[in-house]
């Protein structure tokens, strides 16, 4: 479903990220974790066609992000880590703005409305102004955002930063609901958050992948924060 | 197409959820409003006295409605445009940058092109019914003023229009260029000055000397000074060089915009 091959992505002279390659399967949950700055925005920005990458390639769904853009774009949804929320607008015409802004037809748009309100547990907020919500609720606008046309692949960039217990238990069960048809990427750098959620890591730093593996092969000997301690801290001493 | 449709509605109806909308209408049609009436006040009062423009004891020129009430008003009314237009077209880019909307916008299957359209036009639309008051002041004159000449006065009109128009453009392109409101007001601002003062600067620079060639850059200047090809329609001539030059000026500042505002992807 995702392929990505040598992607490197320079902004002027600083590194965002060098070679990386990985593979994802169709209805994967893989988890991109790292600690900030590692790279995992730069990689879900150019995955999602919002800039191009330096050197490198990556095709979604079978389309090429530089090439194809547009058929990259139809079939991703994406969340990015501000969600894109027009404050003045009301939860369900926003959600009616993009969903005709991802091409949907005006009936379409209607009934996929209904479906993401429900799907997102924002039934009582359907008719509220986007600015008056609390942060767990525009997490949910956000997300309902993403899957208004029904993307095969969803793109998310830390969606639970910020919300309280409760409100990231919520997100992450709604996560792990859209599981099975679609394939999901998040980010985090929420270690816990991993391992309830996701089947597969790639862990980044300093703009390259150190570790991609099952879940449960990383989680074997060592708990996932000493492996991630391991692979991130240990090497930043060496550099530091 | 699709999506300059769902962009313009969406910028059009926030215009009117913010107080923008509300200040740029009544504000323009108070102002207006008010200078047509001190206009008309002393037209009234310098008829009244003398049938035109005297030079010991002979009419020079007569008082007409076209040149001494419409013509000023339509003259005035482009300068209220520099404050008014970079009002309305400041938010249109600014914001998205600023609450990082963009990111839907630039990850969504959509031109750009498709949205700087949607969101030039939904600006027009709401200029346009800005100058609808207008018509109301050529409507008095042509009901109650005698013989006015209505073809001079429906050309600065559509001068009227064109101008705003041309200055919608160009603050739809400054508004590409920072993610601070008052910055893209500036940016329009001083362009719609900078337009509209230009042609002063050519009866001064006739001709410069560039690699021993002498141009003739006083007729250029004044070429690409709004505030003359303006002119001309305010005094009832339209030519085709005049709309050219607007049609010309609104295309390069839209395609400008359109690759401003594309630029996050070549960081």
Aim: charged fraction near 20%; hydrophobic fraction near 45%; include cysteine.
């Amino acid at each position: 479903m995702i392929e990505v091959e040598r992607l490197t992505k320079y902004y002027g002279e600083v590194r965002g990220i060098e070679d990386i390659s990985f593979k994802v399967g169709k209805g994967e949950i893989v988890g991109f974790l790292g600690p900030n700055g590692s790279g995992k925005t730069t990689t879900m920005r150019i995955l999602t066609c919002y800039m191009p990458a330096t050197s490198g390639k990556a095709r979604l769904a079978g389309f090429d992000v530089e090439t194809q853009s547009m058929e990259v774009r139809r079939r991703i949804g994406y969340l990015p880590e501000h969600p894109p929320l027009y404050n003045e607008m009301r939860v369900a015409s926003y959600l009616g703005f993009c969903g005709r802004l991802k091409g949907l037809a005006r009936d379409k748009v209607r009934e996929r409305i209904e479906e993401v309100v429900a799907t997102c547990g924002l039934e009582s907020e359907k008719n509220r102004i986007i600015g008056q919500l609390s942060k767990g609720f525009r997490q949910r606008v956000g997300l309902a955002q993403a899957l208004i046309h029904n993307p095969e692949i969803l793109i998310l960039d830390e969606p639970t930063i910020g919300l309280d217990p409760k409100q990231n238990a919520d997100i992450r069960g709604l996560i792990k609901s859209l599981a099975g048809e679609r394939t999901i990427i998040l980010s985090t750098h929420i270690l816990p958050e991993v391992t309830l959620t996701c089947e597969r890591v790639i862990i980044i730093h300093q703009g390259r992948i150190v570790a991609d593996s099952r879940l449960e092969s990383l989680t074997r000997e060592q708990s996932l924060e000493q492996a991630f301690l391991k692979l991130v801290g240990f090497e930043q001493e060496e550099r530091g | 197409m699709r999506a300059v449709g769902t962009i313009f509605w969406k910028e059009f109806k926030s215009y009117f959820v913010s107080p923008v909308g509300y200040v740029v209408l009544t504000g323009f049609t108070a102002l207006s409003g008010f200078l047509f009436y001190q206009l008309l006040g002393f037209f009234i009062r310098i008829t009244s006295l003398m049938r035109g423009y005297m030079v010991r004891g002979q009419v020079m020129r007569e008082w007409t409605l076209a040149d001494d009430v419409m013509g000023p008003l339509y003259k005035n009314l482009g300068l209220f445009l520099i404050v008014m237009v970079p009002a309305v077209t400041m938010r249109l880019f600014a914001e998205e940058k600023k609450l990082k909307t963009e990111e839907l916008l630039l990850t969504s299957p959509v031109r750009m092109s498709e949205i700087v359209i949607g969101k030039y036009l939904a600006s027009l639309s709401l200029l346009f019914l800005m100058l609808l008051p207008v018509g109301v002041y050529l409507l008095i004159v042509f009901i109650y003023g005698t013989e006015p000449d209505m073809g001079t006065l429906l050309a600065g009109y559509a001068g009227l229009f064109l101008v705003t128009f041309s200055l919608a453009a160009i603050g739809v392109f400054s508004s590409t260029l920072t993610e601070n409101q008052i910055v893209s007001f500036f940016v329009c601002a001083v362009l719609g000055l900078f337009f509209f003062t230009i042609g002063l600067a050519g009866s001064s620079v006739q001709t410069i000397t560039l690699f021993s060639r002498k141009l003739n850059i006083g007729d250029f200047l004044q070429q690409l000074s709004l505030s003359g090809h303006y002119d001309n329609f305010v005094s009832g001539r339209i030519e085709l060089t005049d709309i050219v030059y607007f049609v010309s000026i609104i295309l390069f500042f839209l395609a400008a915009a359109r690759i401003s505002a594309e630029s996050p992807r070549r960081s």
